[in-house]
């Protein structure tokens, strides 16, 4: 997820367009850049912070009053100043945010037509192919481009022969803002409510060709669109966090698109990571077992993986937590597989973790967000989340994207050493694909339920978080939750282990959260544990999917759409992340930086 800003008025456009990046720098903060018209397009990049870009251009000022700027969260190429944008072909400067995932065939007739792609960026070639139509009419060169990409766009195009500022949308957020005199375009209100409250909100399959006195829309077909004008009474801040009270309840609400982005371009006919992971044949059907390790909320995802490997690709898997892997001395065996997952990639006992598998030379694969983090850089092959910056301390969009990565990569092992038939390959990857969906729809069914409950179950001090084979992970990724935000004490725990000792805990103080399994088989047991604690005067909380909701001794049921048992973590953990979002917010905690924790945990 990356920030877009652009100006087109009388004023030097540069001091709006820093401001703006500053305004979007929690959009993504790997590198960022700026291009005006100053005759011709002048461009200053900056690898890092915001505060890099604005140390060039201290040294290399650079006027205009048409420009487009942007900070960059990479999803392809490294975070480095040659991948930053703008990207500049000839006669345009474009700036992106999305994914292209028809980049080969694009790049591929590019080349036919003499334009060699500098960086490492999908996103470049959007600048090659505008340039490569643009003759006289920089709009309708645009048209013509946009119906060769595939995938999700917002782009922002200047060019050197046109006082024209011209913004794209499509699956990728981007707004057209009115000022007098003088128009923007941004991702998001954030960076232009100094200047203006009155706004054009794009819609999918739309392009503004923009003037500073002048804005006309129209469709990818060219037919001019009319809109009405949008006003925002947000502060800025309101913006950053989209509307939303503080960064956790946003990135819940954005896990849909962030299970979405990272399946994007990974499943066609079948889960491709073949190409992504450059690995044969040979060394796949080599690798006869996975370990995986991580800490937290990765581990948690870790955990989830160990399950569908062993149980959907019949692969042996352990997952074992790094600060305690890291000091063992486990002998891996060569034909091992290691996998660490973490967010930040910067976590050091995933990171030592990874060394002293490295020393072993055992092959390395990390699933991280953070492109270009110590994690993703040194092990020997990395599969990307795409969950965008995830700002809260408390991890949840990425947390699912994690496990995005791992069915996909789960099926992918399933297809190639053949542990599933055709038809259940087909099945499985037909359901993950519904899922970005029903994530969506979970947080919609829940998100004023959990709000009106807060008050009352914020008066327990102790809570367990019970569940089942696939679903015991999430208990312990849900009851982390409550811990980290509200500091009310949760512990998780294998349902099936409460008569040998929690049980004792169960009195009326002490809520027990149940996640039903979607599964008649596994229903009955859980039960029958329900009825255990019911019958000690228990508080009972139940997470089901809508078939199995009729839970008559829960004083509370969080539902969500019906899946497959196999998928049910990625539904089941959205109203646990609520649950425990709206307690500390009705305790009124700080809950994107709670007390003791940081984001990234770099120290041992
Ligand atoms: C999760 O909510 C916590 N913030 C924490 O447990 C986190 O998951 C853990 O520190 C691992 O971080 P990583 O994924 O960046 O490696």
């Avoid at 700026?34 to 005759?39: A, E, N």
């Avoid at 011709?40 to 890092?48: D, L, P, R, Y």
């Avoid at 002048?214 to 990818?220: A, E, H, L, P, Q």
């Avoid at 992340?577 to 041992?604: C, M, W």
Wanted: aromatic content about 10%; charged content about 20%.
């Amino acid at each position: 997820m990356c920030g877009i800003v652009g100006y087109i008025g009388k004023k030097n456009a540069v001091p709006l367009l820093i401001e703006g990046l500053k305004a979007l720098e929690y959009r993504g903060y790997d590198s960022s850049g700026i291009s005006v018209i100053d005759k011709k397009i002048e461009t200053i990049k900056a690898s890092g912070k915001i505060v890099n870009l604005i140390d060039k251009l201290f040294k290399r000022p650079i006027n205009g009053n048409i420009g487009i700027g942007h900070t960059r969260w990479a999803t392809h190429g490294e975070p480095n100043e040659i991948n930053a944008h703008p990207h500049q072909s000839r006669e345009v400067a474009i700036v992106h945010n999305g994914i292209i995932e028809n980049a080969k065939e694009i790049e591929a007739f590019l080349a036919k037509n003499g334009y060699k792609r500098k960086s490492q960026t999908d996103s470049e070639l959007i600048a090659h192919l505008i340039n490569y139509f643009y003759n006289g009419n920089l709009l309708n060169a645009c048209l013509k481009a946009v119906h060769m990409l595939n995938g999700s766009f917002a782009v922002g195009v200047i060019c050197r022969r046109e006082k024209k500022l011209i913004g794209i949308k499509y699956k990728s957020p981007l707004i057209v803002g009115i000022g007098n005199g003088e128009n923007f375009i941004a991702s998001d209100v954030a960076p232009l409510l100094p200047y203006t409250n009155r706004f054009l909100f794009l819609e999918d399959g739309e392009i503004a060709e923009i003037d500073e006195d002048n804005i006309r829309i129209f469709d990818f077909r060219g037919s001019e669109v009319k809109k009405d004008i949008s006003t925002v009474d947000w502060t800025k801040e309101q913006a950053e966090k989209g509307g939303y009270k503080h960064f956790m309840l946003k990135e819940i609400a954005e896990e849909g698109d962030a299970v979405r982005n990272t399946l994007l371009g990974r499943i066609d006919d079948n889960i491709s990571l073949e190409e992504e992971l450059k690995w044969n044949g040979k060394f796949i059907n080599n690798i006869n077992k996975v370990v995986l390790v991580a800490c937290g909320t990765s581990y948690y995802a870790a955990l989830v993986g160990r399950y569908i490997l062993q149980n959907v690709a019949h692969i042996p898997a352990t997952a074992e937590v790094a600060s305690e892997f890291r000091y063992e001395n486990i002998l891996l065996d060569r034909n091992t597989l290691f996998i660490v997952i973490s967010q930040s990639g910067e976590t050091a006992d995933t990171l030592e973790s990874m060394s002293y598998a490295k020393s072993q030379n055992i092959p390395t694969l990390s699933i991280v967000n953070v492109q270009g983090s110590s994690i993703a850089r040194m092990s020997d092959y990395v599969l990307y989340t795409h969950a965008g910056p995830e700002i809260s301390v408390a991890s949840t969009k990425a947390f699912v994207s994690q496990l995005a990565i791992l069915y996909l990569f789960t099926l992918f092992l399933s297809r190639t050493k053949r542990t599933l038939n055709n038809q259940q390959l087909k099945d499985y990857t037909e359901e993950l694909l519904k899922i970005p969906d029903k994530i969506n729809e979970t947080f919609e069914i829940n998100l004023q339920k959990v709000q009106n409950i807060a008050p009352y179950y914020s008066q327990f001090k102790n809570y367990l978080y019970l569940g089942r084979g696939i679903l015991y992970p999430i208990a312990l990724e849900g009851a982390l939750k409550l811990k980290e935000i509200s500091y009310l004490h949760a512990e998780g725990y294998a349902a099936g282990e409460m008569k040998h000792g929690p049980i004792a805990l169960i009195d009326k103080t002490t809520p027990s959260v149940f996640l039903i399994p979607p599964s008649p088989l596994l229903l009955n047991k859980t039960l029958s544990n329900i009825k255990e604690v019911s019958s000690r005067k228990g508080e009972i909380i139940a997470v089901a999917t809508d078939k199995y909701e009729k839970i008559e001794d829960a004083g509370l049921v969080l539902t969500t759409p019906s899946t497959d048992l196999i998928f049910s973590p990625f539904l089941y953990i959205v109203p646990l992340q609520l649950f425990a979002y709206s307690i500390a917010n009705y305790l009124g905690y700080d809950v994107d930086h709670p007390r003791n924790l940081a984001k990234s945990v770099t120290v041992e």
